[in-house]
Structures are given as C-alpha cells and as structure tokens.
C-alpha cells in the first residue's frame, strides 16, 4: 500500500516549476514536517535504535553496562520463562483472532438482517460500548465477575450447571478466562469493522446469485466472504498485531504472571525484566525479539493475503 | 414467507439477548457501586440497587484523589490529542502538498515505523524522561503522545483526496500555506479529523502502560493508573472499588451515546481507509 501512494503521490507532481517556488517548498517543508519529524527522531526512530544497542549490553540501571554482544539472545534462548511468554502470547494472539473474526462477522451479518431499527440500535451499541472503556476498568470489573464466592457471572454459570473453575489461581483456566474478557472488550470493534466491510459488497451481486438458484449459505460463501474478504484481512491482522501486544488485563488481573507463569505474555515479561529486575539489556533484547516476530508475522499475513484475499 | 419472518424473529430474539448479555456486567457494576456496603454483593445479582446509598463514592474519593485523578486525565488526553492533530496535519500538509529533498523518503520511514510496538522503544524513552527530569510529570505522558504515524499517513490520504486546483486558486488569490492548511484543507477534512480526535483521545483516555511506567505520585496518576492503585492498595473494600470503577465508566457512557454515530464511524473509517 505505501509504494502505491507514494507512487501516485509522485505523478502528481507534474511539470518544472520555478527555483524560487522550489526553495519556498524546501523552507514550508522544513517547517511544516520539522515537530513531526523532531519528535519521530525522539520518541521513535531514536529509542528504536538505542534499543538494538542496548540489547547487546547487560546493564542494571545503576552501575556502567558492560557489553556481552549477542549474550542477551544467547541467554533468552535457554530462558523456559521466555519460551512460556512465547507460547502463552501465541495461544492468545490466534484464540483471540479466531474468535473475533467469527463472532464479529456472525454478529455483523445478523444485525445487517434486522429489520427493526430499535433492536438494532440496541444490539450495535450494547456489542461497541465495552471497548470505549479502559482496560484498567475493564480487568478490574471482571475479576469481580468471575470471582469464586461472590462473582455475577460465577453465579450464573452455576446456575446453568456449570461449575467454575477458580479461573484466576488455577493454571489451566487462567489464560482462557483473558481471552473471554478480552472478547468481551473488543469484540465491538471487529464487528463495526465487519458491519462496515459488508455494506460494500454489491446488492445486485446477491441478487444474480440469488436468480441463479443461490441458497442463503451459497451466498454467503460464494459471494458475501469473497467480497469482503479485504476487510476480514484487515481485521485479522489488526486484531493478531493487537492480541501480541497484550499486556494491561494480565498485568492488572494477575500481576505476577499467573500461577505457574499460565498467563505471562511476551510484554507482560518485558516488562517484568526492564522494570521490576531492573535488566535494561535482557529487556531490549526480549523487545528485539517481539518487534522480529510480529515484522515476520505481518509479513506472513501479506504473503498470504496475495493469494487469498479479493481485490478488483 | 412465514417461515423466513419465524427466522427474522428468532434473529431479533437471540441478538438482544446477547445484547443484554453483554452488558449484564455493567448494570451489575453500577447497582453494586450504589449499594450500601453491608448488603452489596449478595446473590442472586440484584439489577437495582437493594439498599441504596452513596456513601461508597464518598468513601472512594477519601481513598484516592479522584477529581485530581480526573484532571490530570483530562490534561493529558485534550493536550496530546490536540497538540497531535497539530503536528500531523502539518506534516501531512508537507507530504501532500509540498516538494523538498527526500520527501518520500522521510515519508517511507515513518511509514515503517508502524511496525514498531511502543513497548519496544519504552526502555530507551524511559531513560531519556529520567534524564530530563520528567518521570512522574504529566509531560513524559504527552510528549510521546505526539507523534501518531497512522495519523499522519491518514491525513496525507485525506489531503491527497481534495483537488490541488482549489490551492492554485488561492494561491493566486495571495493565500500562503498556513491559510491553505488550516481554512481550507482542515475544514474540508472535517470527517477526518473527528475520527483521528476520537481515535487519539479514546487512546490517551484509556492509557494505563504508559503512566505505569512514568508516574509514581497518586497527584500526578490519570484515571486507569488511579483506579489500578486503588484495587490493589486493599485499603479500600470491593465496594469501594466499584464506586471507583462506576465513577469512570458512567461519564464514557453518556460521552458514547452521544457521540456515538461519531465514535463508530471513526473505527469504521479509519479501518476501511487504512
């Protein structure tokens, strides 16, 4: 996508114009872009590269960092702690993909059916407003909802013949309960998304299929999902980049990591290592590690867009 | 036709239980917030409050700085959103509409950058907040807040959109670029830049990584951090708790319902467009 625009962006340009206009661009140019690009030096570019470097020093914030070259890689290749970050932060980012996908699309194809106006207002904003609120508010107000003795939603599940695990001590159900939560949060975004991406396929596309003897589910297959498969392509990368990114709910809920390390994420470790053990290098080499794999994640993604995804 | 007017209704029927599903929690929330302390949290879950009291408010602002909390909060999110919308608009003016040395190049750059996580450049800018004497102020939550590539990128689409004529036009009217910018293209972007303020301020609003990294002094927390510290202080009783809670999720509310068109129409086009 970005040489596509900066390819119109230079055809635009068209025809010689006068040195003096030029060098009024240069000095508009260099006012214009400068905070942006001062503060991109600072906050992005700059850090960024002071990162790399610092992955290769072991540094404890306080005395000189002494340089071990690739010793921080060396060591977070034989870190099990690393290796549950990883695991725990794959099994997250694909659950929570696979199931915003389905369920925003479902929820996006049922609401785009409803004829009634009130029901639909109703269903649209109650799906979108939990992910208007913080994280902070979010996490908190779940770890109340699943508590063991006084939870609402512990309660109900009983009440349905469903007994509880005690999701927050007990390994097994730690990390799935994040995932739920996180459904809940941010399952409105996708939708809206998807609710979006469906008002662009054509209608008269569903009614030739329709005069062609297309049932419903033929449709839905063989016209809606081809259709809009560039908005379930956004999406999924979207939500996969965010998903990898987890950190506020499992930091708030289960600010150690989990029992037996069930819920540690990848910057839930990174954050752990950089600023509670105070390890500047081990800590850039584990962001090191996160900006590869989400590069190559994304890169997948692309790759594999070319071949499926539609576009005319 | 009976049979697809049956199936429309059971669509209708199952979508709004699932709407009322989804914000069972909050309802809970908000009865159990106003519930005197010594009969909250009974089962069944009760939708109004069983023994309505205030006093769980009073008792939460004792605890934290909670109007404090709320204008640092404030502070934070009008001055980054507005001073990014700035910076952006700018340098989406340069990309757009001016020609200079290594334009596309600087432009492919931070078009990059995109792939890079904020909490891979944390520690690096952790260090340099120290070293300017700004951990623990408002500022090291703002600066960074600044620079929004997306934004940027987003602008330069939208500029890119809007005819050049009009600029030639005023520019033969004696218009320079600063009333080109900002009394034409910004007026003509105004769908953009309601999706950006939404998008910008939604995300400082709701940041709780950055000032758990950079703020120490309950005085200096925004709403996220404030309302974190107070859960985990166990000072205060569940209760309580949700007062706090309640007291950030019900003004976010009202903002949503009436700004809602705008709030969704952000998502949607920033999500098509980008």
């Keep these: ?50 990162g790399i470097g610092l992955s290769l020093f072991r540094w404890d914030m306080l005395t000189p960092p002494e340089f071990i070259g690739l010793g921080n890689l060396v060591a977070l290749a034989s870190d099990p702690s690393f290796y549950s970050a990883l695991r725990n932060t794959f099994v997250f980012s694909l659950a929570s993909m696979i199931t915003h996908l389905v369920a925003g699309f479902a929820l996006a194809v049922g609401v785009n059916a409803l004829r009634s106006t009130v029901a639909s207002y109703f269903v649209r904003t109650s799906l979108f407003f939990p992910f208007v609120i913080s994280w902070a508010a979010v996490a908190l107000l779940w770890k109340y ?32 309960a994040i995932i739920g939560i996180d459904w809940w949060h941010t399952v409105g975004f996708t939708f809206v998304i998807m609710l979006a991406g469906l008002q662009t396929v054509p209608g008269q596309l569903h009614e030739a299929a329709r005069i062609d003897g297309a049932n419903a589910w033929q449709r839905m297959w063989h016209v809606t999902i081809p259709m809009m498969s560039p908005t379930i392509f956004f999406a999924s990368v979207i939500t996969f980049i965010g998903a990898f990114q987890i950190f506020d709910p ?4 289960t600010p150690s990591g989990g029992p037996d390390e069930s819920t540690l994420s990848i910057v839930m470790y990174l ?4 600023f509670q053990a105070f390890q500047a290098g081990y800590a850039s080499a584990v962001a090191l590690v996160v900006f590869v794999i989400m590069a190559l994640v994304t890169a997948l993604q692309f790759w594999v867009s070319r071949k499926w995804v539609h576009n005319q | 036709m009976s049979s697809s007017r049956l199936g429309r209704w059971i669509l209708t029927v199952v979508l709004v239980v699932f709407g009322v599903v989804m914000l069972a929690p909050l309802v809970w929330l908000i009865s159990e917030s106003f519930t005197e302390e010594t009969s909250a949290f009974y089962l069944p879950p009760s939708w109004i409050p069983r023994d309505f009291s ?37 340098a989406a003016y340069a990309f757009s509409r001016l020609r200079f040395a290594f334009r596309d190049r600087i432009f492919a750059l931070m078009l990059a950058a995109l792939m890079v996580p904020m909490q891979m450049t ?59 910018l900002f009394r034409m293209l910004v007026p003509l972007s105004s769908p953009a830049i309601a999706a950006m303020t939404i998008l910008s301020f939604e995300a400082t ?44 999720v019900v003004p976010a509310l009202v903002v949503f319902l009436l700004f809602q068109r705008a709030f969704i129409a952000s998502v949607a086009t920033a999500g098509v467009r980008g």
């Design chain 2, 122 to 180: 944390i520690i690096p800018v952790f260090f340099l907040m120290r070293n300017l004497n700004l951990v623990d102020t408002l500022g090291s939550l703002i600066l960074p807040a600044l620079i929004n590539v997306f934004a940027i990128f987003f602008f330069r689409q939208y500029f890119n959109s809007i005819p050049r004529e009009l600029d030639e036009a005023a520019t033969l009217d004696g218009a320079g670029h600063g009333w080109i």
């Design chain 1, 250 to 253: 499992i930091q708030i809920i």
């Design chain 2, 54 to 90: 205030a006093a769980n408010f009073s008792a939460m602002a004792e605890l934290i700085p909670f109007g404090r909390m709320a204008m640092n909060s404030i502070i934070v999110s009008v001055v980054a959103t507005f001073g990014a919308l700035l910076v952006s608009v700018m």
């Design chain 1, 1 to 50: 996508m970005s040489a596509q625009t900066i390819a119109t962006s230079q055809s635009r340009s068209k025809g010689p114009r006068s040195t003096s206009t030029r060098r009024r661009d240069t000095l508009a140019g260099f006012l214009f872009l400068g905070p942006a690009v001062l503060l991109f030096l600072t906050f992005v570019l700059g850090p960024f590269i002071v």
């Design chain 2, 205 to 248: 609003w709701n940041n709780y990584f950055g000032p758990l990294i950079f703020i120490r002094t309950e005085e200096r927390m925004t709403l996220p951090l404030g309302l974190v510290t107070l859960q985990a202080g166990q000072s205060g009783s569940s209760v309580v708790v949700f007062a706090a809670i309640t007291a950030v």
């Design chain 1, 145 to 176: 909802v699943l508590d063991p003795t006084f939870g609402m939603g512990t309660y109900y599940l009983e009440l349905l013949g469903i007994s509880p695990p005690n999701w927050f001590t007990d390994p097994t159900w730690a990390l799935p």
């Design chain 1, 271 to 274: 954050y752990q290592q950089g």
